[in-house]
């Protein structure tokens, strides 16, 4: 079975709230992209099994989220879907 991340795959909007201040978040992307220069172009995979997260393991895809009333960045976790 294949899980894929509903935000990356333009499905949901990451509706997250700043854990500091309580005003919506905008989402920046994956955290995987931001680990190289070449990280957008690895599999994703491979880049979930050393980025430090258990998010393979968990099914869910690591995003960086940016507060643009605090300036507070934290990670999230967004729940994969299954394929079948």
């Known amino acids: 079975m294949s899980y894929y991340c509903p935000v990356c795959n333009g499905l949901q909007n ?5 854990p500091k ?3 919506n978040a905008k989402d ?3 955290f995987n992209d931001f680990l190289g220069p070449y990280a957008p172009y690895r599999a994703i ?6 980025n430090g997260f258990y ?4 099914h869910v895809c690591v995003h960086v989220m940016h507060c643009e009333s605090c300036g507070h960045e934290f990670q999230t976790y967004i ?4 394929q079948a």
């Open 14 to 18: 990451a509706a997250i709230r700043c």
């Open 21 to 23: 201040c309580m005003e």
């Open 28 to 30: 920046c992307g994956r």
């Open 45 to 50: 995979d491979d880049m979930n099994l050393s």
């Open 55 to 58: 998010d393979m393991a968990n």
């Open 79 to 82: 729940h994969e879907w299954a």
